[in-house]
């Protein structure tokens, strides 16, 4: 009855270290539908996935429960750890929209969906729009702050931009994506020496694989010192 998905995912690993792989994940599938959408059951098939060192397993069933009704914020804030530490702003940005779909009020989803949109170069449109309503929620948050400015950069609007970022504390700047962006700004804009010390900054800290070749591209152009 309700422990059948357990049988399922045994009979999963049993196949598996037969060597039939497609028959253990025909098996795993069955065993994740059949938990339905009860957390007790998503709970014991993460617990098996983590001592079976089932990570691609266990990733998808993060995802199936993410995109479930039954406690999707723990699974989303675990996919965001991970894919932070992993530098994947493609899943990074799949995370973000669900969260944005669970509160779409939320200026800190709006934010973070334009920021990682911006960065791939995805729906730029909506990005920017995001990006707007964000700041104008919440001006003096230097985060939005400074993805506003980056909105503002990628459309060529690099004074507006600059003003904003600006305004920000040293302490803000000294964030690695907020430093990135002021770097940008400041090579639009004509200051290259500044640009150079501010890339620096952004260098000392854990950065997006997007953001290194935005800046590495922004540096080639303003050459050597």
């Known amino acids: 009855g309700e422990l059948d998905f357990q049988r399922r995912a045994l009979l999963a690993r049993v196949l598996r270290e037969a060597g039939d792989e497609p028959g253990s994940r025909t098996h795993w599938n069955s065993a994740v539908s059949t938990a339905g959408d009860r957390v007790e059951a998503y709970e014991t098939l993460m617990t098996l ?8 397993e266990q990733t998808a069933l993060l995802w199936v429960i993410a995109r479930g009704k039954a406690a999707p914020k723990p699974a989303l804030d675990e996919l965001l750890r991970r894919n932070l530490a992993e530098g994947r702003t493609m ?12 509160e779409p009020a939320s200026a800190e989803a709006k934010n973070n969906v334009a920021y990682a949109s911006l960065l791939l170069g995805a729906d730029r449109k909506r990005a920017e729009t995001l990006a707007t309503e964000a700041f104008r929620a919440a001006p003096q948050n230097p985060g939005f702050a400074a993805t506003y400015s980056f909105a503002l950069h990628t459309v060529g609007k690099n004074e507006e931009g600059l003003k904003i970022a600006q305004a920000l504390s040293e302490k803000d700047l000294a964030i690695p994506a907020n430093a990135m962006t002021y770097g940008l ?13 501010r890339f620096e900054v952004a260098r000392q800290g854990k950065l997006l694989p997007e953001e290194k070749t935005l800046m590495d591209r922004a540096q080639a152009k303003l050459g050597a010192p």
């Open 185 to 197: 700004l400041l090579a639009a804009t004509g200051d290259r020496e500044e640009a150079r010390r």
């Open 49 to 56: 996935t983590r001592l079976w060192k089932w990570d691609a």
């Open 91 to 102: 899943d990074l940005l799949a995370v973000f929209s669900r969260q944005l779909e669970l």
